[in-house]
């Protein structure tokens, strides 16, 4: 069965960085474009960022281009989301992702129905 594990969420102030990580039991990590989704308290699941699997080419939503750092480590089977300058905006439960249908390549985001796997979870609250 397929997992996806996430961990490095915490409580951190404005202004302050975090970095994510998941990492997944694919077999063939190297060929999934892997993303980071967020989910504010009382909202929708949003798009973040990914990596594609086809060139590393990344992917942002406008809100955090500039402060958020998608990378992977295919060695490790690990993606990771580097957050800095966090603002209290940025408080979410931030869920990994697993893409194998290549949407981001095509839309610059990966759509939720795109995702085949998702991680759990883990918290990120910004406090001022």
């Known amino acids: 069965q397929v997992q996806l594990v996430e961990s490095g969420g915490g409580s951190v102030q404005t202004g302050d960085s975090l970095t994510l990580a998941c990492t997944a039991s694919?077999?063939?990590?190297?060929?999934?474009?892997m993303g980071w989704f967020r989910q504010p308290d009382g909202k929708e699941r949003e798009f973040v960022g990914a990596?594609?699997?086809?060139?590393?080419?990344?992917y942002y939503r406008d809100a955090v281009k500039g402060r958020f750092t998608v990378s992977r480590d295919n060695t490790k089977n690990t993606v990771y989301l580097r957050m800095n300058s966090l603002k209290l905006e940025d408080t979410a439960v931030y869920y990994c992702a697993a893409d194998r249908q290549g949407s981001l390549d095509r839309l610059g985001f990966i759509p939720k129905n795109a995702v085949n796997y998702w991680g759990k979870g883990t918290v990120v609250t910004v406090s001022s």
């Open positions: 694919l077999h063939t990590f190297s060929r999934y474009t």
């Open positions: 990596i594609s699997w086809r060139d590393n080419r990344t």
